[in-house]
T-cell receptor, first 115, second 113 residues
Framework: ETGVTQSPTHLIKTRGQQVTLRCSSQ?????VSWYQQALGQGPQFIFQ???????GRGNFPPRFSGLQFPNYSSELNVNALELDDSALYLC??????????????FGAGSRLTVL | GENVEQHPSTLSVQEGDSAVIKCTYS??????FPWYKQELGKGPQLIID?????GEKKDQRIAVTLNKTAKHFSLHITETQPEDSAVYFC????????????FGSGTQLTVLP
């Protein structure tokens, strides 16, 4: 059974650029959530995808967007990068939508630095 | 929305001693409370969780207690070992909210040999 894999592991962008982060969910999981973890803080919920549709969103602006594909993998896109977007972006997969089991399995994250 | 506060932010214990981390939550509709361990360079790993219909749960050296009336829950680690050193996060979620987890700010646990 494979876990959650994320790519890239590290990347550096400049302010105003766009970035795409990728996530492959754990085998058998159909729901993907994205979290932003700033240095020294707990993860913050960005959004969740279930059956290829956004199924809940945290307090993040529209320039944060995502996709889920038929194989349950997912992308997080961030446009017009700001310095405060520098963080570890965590992908978590789980089984079930809003009423399903909510045991999340996290990947190791993508470390984004915005200069 | 939900707010989770976690204390202490840092905790040092001698190997073999017990460690206790406490969290409070604000939304009485929260019904699921997981604890995650995050080691350097890794994502959070679930170590134990508890649901609102249970007051206590134990798994070997780890236990979690929940007081719904007071809206607080705690993690207890007994017989600590150096490999327990990591950042621990508590979290809470409300049923029907896409299982969105609200995390505490974390506790850096250091187990001294």
């Amino acid at each position: 059974e494979t876990g959650v894999t994320q790519s890239p592991t590290h990347l550096i962008k400049t302010r105003g650029q766009q970035v795409t982060l990728r996530c492959s969910s754990q085998s058998g999981h159909n729901t993907v959530s994205w979290y932003q973890q700033a240095l020294g803080q707990g993860p913050q919920f960005i959004f969740q995808y279930y059956r290829e549709e956004e199924n809940g969103r945290g307090n993040f602006p529209p320039r944060f967007s995502g996709l889920q594909f038929p194989n349950y993998s997912s992308e997080l896109n961030v446009n017009a990068l700001e310095l405060d977007d520098s963080a570890l972006y965590l992908c978590a997969s789980s089984l079930g939508g809003s009423s399903g089991a909510n045991v999340l399995t996290f990947g190791a994250g993508s470390r984004l630095t915005v200069l | 929305g939900e707010n989770v506060e976690q204390h202490p932010s840092t905790l040092s214990v001698q190997e073999g001693d017990s460690a206790v981390i406490k969290c409070t939550y604000s939304d009485s509709a929260s019904n699921y409370f997981p604890w995650y361990k995050q080691e350097l360079g890794k994502g959070p790993q679930l170590i134990i969780d508890i649901r609102s219909n249970v007051g206590e749960k134990k798994d070997q050296r780890i236990a979690v207690t929940l007081n719904k009336t007071a809206k607080h829950f705690s993690l207890h680690i007994t017989e600590t070992q150096p490999e327990d050193s990591a950042v621990y996060f508590c979290a809470a979620s409300i049923k029907g909210s896409a299982r969105q987890l609200t995390f505490g700010s974390g506790t850096q646990l250091t187990v001294l040999p």
